[in-house]
């Protein structure tokens, strides 16, 4: 499926910012993506990424290019919409009265979050997601090689993150603790001298990609950077927000209280820290920061 044609690219960037026309430039290149070599889409993809960093959206641009720019990003550019219709057509599945207990809550006090998705929407895609994962499981040659946007994250990405046990969602929280005692000792030991590891306050940060953090938007800044760079390193993101009360939860008779809820998110700054961690990270523990979301056993390897 191509991304968009000509008079599209032509309409994005009309009247639009050296940045987005920089966006446009990698999003719909001048000549047929079949014609560029894999070194120069390689090339396009590392300065769409360098772009994320150096130049986050605004609200006018997230809104035309950040889904396009996901899709290349995560290497699947095709959603056939018939095949999509045949999912959210089905009965309800087995899983619809869970999800049903569920999808009021998402982001429930985000006032902009709920402005712009129905509660309908996230329930027709979830019901989808879960037929997809009925026909995977079927017929493994017939879908496996063809990778779906709304699935892909977590088909390719984060497997192990939408397991039953939830295999990788635990296995991130083990090494949140294993970063947090190399890259701020004085923090961890405090919290584990009030009996506080990951498992306790992390959880929802970990499993949901800090998206049980508000704002919206801020959330969306931080998956763009996930994405980019890898959804892995939303271990240092949680870090990096813990790192941003550090002060206050020194100084907390009873942290917890305040490791319920952490602060409004500030994904730049997130970003930023996070960048700076990362340089502090043994090399081999960052490879299991990387692959612990898609490979099985990478803790204990």
């Not at 089905?90 to 809550?105: L, V």
């Not at 701020?184 to 970990?206: C, G, H, M, Q, T």
């Not at 020194?250 to 209280?257: G, I, Y």
């Amino acid at each position: 499926m191509a991304v968009s044609s000509p008079a599209e690219s032509a309409a994005a960037t009309k009247n639009s910012t050296p940045r987005t026309i920089a966006f446009s430039s990698i999003i719909w290149p001048t000549e047929s993506a079949t014609q560029r070599t894999e070194a120069e889409i390689d090339q396009a993809h590392k300065s769409l990424r360098r772009l994320i960093l150096t130049d986050p959206y605004d609200e006018s641009e997230a809104t035309q290019l950040r889904a396009t720019t996901w899709k290349i990003l995560l290497g699947s550019l095709e959603c056939p919409a018939p095949y999509y219709f045949d999912l959210a057509s089905r009965p309800q599945s087995t899983w619809y009265p869970k999800i049903r207990n569920d999808t009021f809550r998402t982001l429930a006090t985000d006032s902009t979050f709920k402005q712009r998705v129905h509660e309908d929407m996230l329930v027709r895609l979830l019901e989808s997601f879960v037929w997809r994962s009925h026909d995977l499981s079927e017929n493994p040659l017939d879908v496996t090689d063809r990778p779906y946007d709304f699935t892909y994250v977590y088909e390719f990405h984060c497997p192990l993150y939408v397991q039953p046990t939830l295999e990788g969602v635990h296995r991130g929280l083990k090494l949140l603790d294993e970063c947090l005692k190399i890259v701020d000792r004085e923090l961890f030991d405090y919290l584990r001298s009030k009996n506080l590891a990951a498992e306790i306050y992390a959880f929802p940060s970990v499993l949901t990609f800090c998206a049980c953090t508000e704002p919206l938007d801020q959330v969306l800044q931080l998956w763009d950077y996930l994405i980019a760079f890898g959804v892995g390193l939303n271990v240092l993101c949680v870090i990096s927000q813990l790192y941003m009360m550090r002060d206050r939860v020194l100084a907390h008779p009873s942290p917890m209280a305040l490791l319920r809820k952490f602060p409004t998110l500030e994904a730049r700054e997130v970003i930023m820290l996070t960048n700076v961690f990362i340089r502090d990270i043994p090399k081999s523990l960052y490879d299991k920061i990387v692959r612990h979301p898609f490979e099985s056993h990478i803790i204990d390897k």
